[in-house]
């Protein structure tokens, strides 16, 4: 089959292209309405005026007060700050130094933590998954203990897209009284995040997730949580977050979120409905092919796979090489020749989880998209699986 002209994109949940009418809310800010929201002359006034409606669209979709948002510079610093700035705060107030997380983190929590562990004698519990990436609430619930200080279980999963019980943990958290945070970096935009509903007191978002600019993220932090600042200086953000604001990318996180969440329905519908056709495709046209995750409880956008006796880098460049991005893992993790932390927590042996795939789809993909890979994929694998020396007809 020819390849495509156009680039077909399958790695939405490594980033995402920012929306047009994203660019045009945010430009205006970088040139015109440049001010320093501190400024009191009517440039920084403008300027303050524009963060403020958007703290307050961002605070109406999560169904809290604008005072409980935190504007920071990305996911990892929104991750970091909730799980250091509730540790170290917790631990002044003499609470303890126990945290309770899950095994297949995103490594914004799981590497702070390990880092809270080296240096800083925290004791952190990294709860089991089943073999769909799934938390037991009851796991959650036997982990507890009285000098547990925070717990932090993440939204939806991504490499596999495994959506968690949050509500559920969230409720046994608050039984215990543990402030409770969830990085939601991967379902923002598509998920219901209800932060009353999900009984959570911490929450992270990115906006280059949901088609909004890189560079700019929230952390919710419900009134009353225990947060130490992590960066220090003048009075931004409550004095919880020093640093004069990126303005533009803060109207563009809120313009981009609230049109996620206006045509939320619809896209997730749409969305779902491409990932099924491609998930059921490759199982029924590839041997020995693994679903990864949940089958039902996974992100609209996400379909990811094991496939046994090759290497998924391989079959990346393959897919390059006919127009096709997607990505073997996390784009955090691609780097490294190491199996995924997520597929070996759910039980996949170390020499499958090498070859895992994942295709997370977005707004701009269609049924031809999904078809052409369905094309071309099952080629790919057989090529590689004639090549490698793991694969039992060739032995
Ligand atoms: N948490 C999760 C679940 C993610 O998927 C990512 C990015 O891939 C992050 C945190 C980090 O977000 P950012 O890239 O904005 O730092």
Not at 138 to 153: G, P
Not at 276 to 294: C, K, M, N
Request: proline share 5%; aromatic share 6%; with cysteine.
């Amino acid at each position: 089959m020819e390849r495509p002209a156009k680039v077909i994109y399958l790695d939405h949940a490594a980033t995402t292209a920012v929306d047009p009418r994203v660019v045009e809310a945010m430009q205006p800010y970088w040139t015109e309405r440049y001010g320093n929201a501190s400024s009191i002359y009517s440039l920084g006034r403008e300027a303050a005026q524009a963060m403020a409606s958007a703290r307050a669209t961002v605070a109406d979709i999560l169904h809290c007060e604008p005072k409980e948002i935190i504007f920071t510079s990305c996911g990892s610093e929104s991750d970091n700050l909730a799980l250091r700035g509730v540790a170290f705060a917790q631990r002044h107030r003499g609470k303890g130094h126990h945290i309770i997380t899950s095994s297949i983190e995103h490594h914004a929590v799981s590497h702070t933590c390990e880092q809270l562990e080296k240096y800083f004698d925290f004791e952190v519990t990294y709860l089991p998954v089943d073999r769909y990436a799934m938390v037991d609430p009851d796991e959650v619930r036997r982990a507890i203990r009285d000098d547990t200080v925070l717990i932090s279980v993440m939204t939806a999963n991504n490499e596999v897209g495994t959506i968690q019980p949050i509500a559920e943990i969230g409720r046994i958290a608050h039984e215990r009284g543990i402030p409770f945070h969830t990085d939601a970096v991967q379902a923002g935009g598509a998920l219901p995040l209800d932060v009353n509903d999900l009984h959570v007191d911490l929450l992270s978002l990115s906006a280059h997730k949901f088609y909004g600019p890189k560079g700019v993220g929230v952390l919710y932090v419900r009134k009353g949580t225990p947060l130490l600042s992590m960066q220090t200086g003048g009075a931004h953000e409550r004095k919880r977050r020093a640093g004069t604001e990126n303005v533009a990318g803060i109207v563009g996180l809120a313009t981009a979120l609230k049109l996620a969440y206006d045509h939320a329905a619809e896209n997730n519908a749409r969305i779902t409905a491409l990932r099924e056709r491609l998930i059921r495709g490759v199982l029924e046209s590839i041997p020995d092919a693994q679903l990864t995750g949940h089958p039902t409880q996974r992100l609209p956008n996400n379909a990811s796979f094991v496939f046994k006796y090759i290497e998924g880098e391989s079959i990346l460049i393959n897919l390059d090489l006919l127009g096709i991005c997607a990505s073997s893992g996390s784009a955090c993790s691609s780097a490294s020749l190491e199996p995924s932390h997520v597929l070996l927590a759910m039980g996949i042996p170390a020499e499958v989880a090498h070859g895992s795939l994942r295709l997370t789809l977005g707004r701009e993909n269609t049924e031809e998209d999904v078809d052409y890979v369905l094309q071309v994929l099952p080629g790919i694998v057989k090529k590689l699986r004639m090549m490698s020396p793991l694969y039992p007809g060739n032995k």
